[in-house]
């Protein structure tokens, strides 16, 4: 296996009940990549996260991980192994401050990851100046920047993150693609986000899947991600 690869799907199959939502999906994502997973609503892109995750149990398939066959493995198992995951709606604790979310992230981060408080509010400093605001009461971006400064203390290799623009005004929008891609550039991480919003898209994907009905039907690459391919693609 090619040592630049940090994740590869192969063929995988998974759903809700006995009805089958992923029906074969592959794709390979290497180190220091930022790829996106777009397509209409309902396809199946947030159930592929959760799979990924392992939220959601594999029925076929497999997921490797750095050189790891990690389709069995638990979810926390595979936030220590590296991935950080960023939910749609990004699911802050909305009753703790600012601050004792980060703190659960260091814990769900576990010994392996790094105590990155003060990194996160260098990225966000909107969340240090709100440090001790109760999470609920922060706007949708703030808390959106929140989630993702959750995840980044478990120093992961591998961030997913699902519709990061969803309920988040487009300054901030800005504002978290320029911290993704700083992650990228300074940390190393990897990122795969899910996303229907074209600036986003635009903004940060260097490469795309696009998703339909439970698959992957096709990929856009290096200059063919143009705002008129994805535009097309998302069927606006
Ligand atoms: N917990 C669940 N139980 C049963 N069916 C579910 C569950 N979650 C999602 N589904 C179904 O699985 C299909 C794919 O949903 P999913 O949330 O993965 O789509 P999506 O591409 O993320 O959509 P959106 O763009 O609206 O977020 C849908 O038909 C949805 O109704
Ligand atoms: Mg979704």
Redesign the pocket.
Known sequence: MSTDRILELSELWAG??A?P?LQGVSMTISRGEIVGVI??????????MRCLIGLLETWRGTITFMDQDVTQLPADARARAGFGYIP?GRDVFSQMSVEENLQVGELIGGPKGKKLPELVYEYFPRLKERRRQIAGTMSGGEQQQLAIGRALIGNPSLMILD?PSEGVQPSIVQHICEALKSFRTELGTTIVF?E?NLDTIMAIAERCYI?EKGKITRSLTGEDVTADNVRAQLLL
Do not use: A, D
């Open positions: 809700y009940g009805t939502i397509g209409r609503n309902g396809v199946g892109k947030s159930t592929l749609q519709e899910v229907q998703m």
